[in-house]
């Protein structure tokens, strides 16, 4: 089994900064991609970044400039910086992997529970 956990979402003023941290554990052989997304109620969930295991990463449009993803290879975990934060930003941010548990094996998309964010003065 495989398991993705969430956490450092919460309440953050306007203008403020947030990091988020997902640690992926279980039956792991390797991680190719981490990335985020977030999910607004009523509305698709959306890609925010993403990062290789070669530690190439896109982002989104919306938040270049201000959010950095990055990862530690060796703890199976990514993170994300959130800075200069929106309140149009509040959502429930998710992590998600794609796994490779076996050598040879494919990849496997997984997701955590998510962790809500909530940029609110």
């Known amino acids: 089994q495989v398991q993705l956990v969430e956490s450092g979402g919460g309440l953050v003023q306007p203008g403020g900064s947030l990091r988020l941290s997902c640690v992926a554990s279980?039956?792991?052989?390797?991680?190719?991609?981490m990335g985020w997304y977030r999910q607004v109620p009523g509305k698709e969930r959306e890609s925010v970044a993403a990062v290789t295991s070669g530690v190439t990463t896109k982002y989104a449009d919306s938040v270049k400039g201000r959010f950095t993803i990055s990862r530690d290879n060796a703890k199976n975990t990514v993170y994300l910086q959130m800075n200069s934060l929106k309140p149009e930003e509040t959502a429930v941010y998710y992590c998600n992997a794609q796994i490779r548990r076996y050598p040879g094996g494919y990849a496997s998309t997984y997701w955590g529970p998510g962790t809500q964010v909530t940029v609110s003065s």
């Open positions: 279980g039956n792991i052989f390797s991680i190719p991609t």
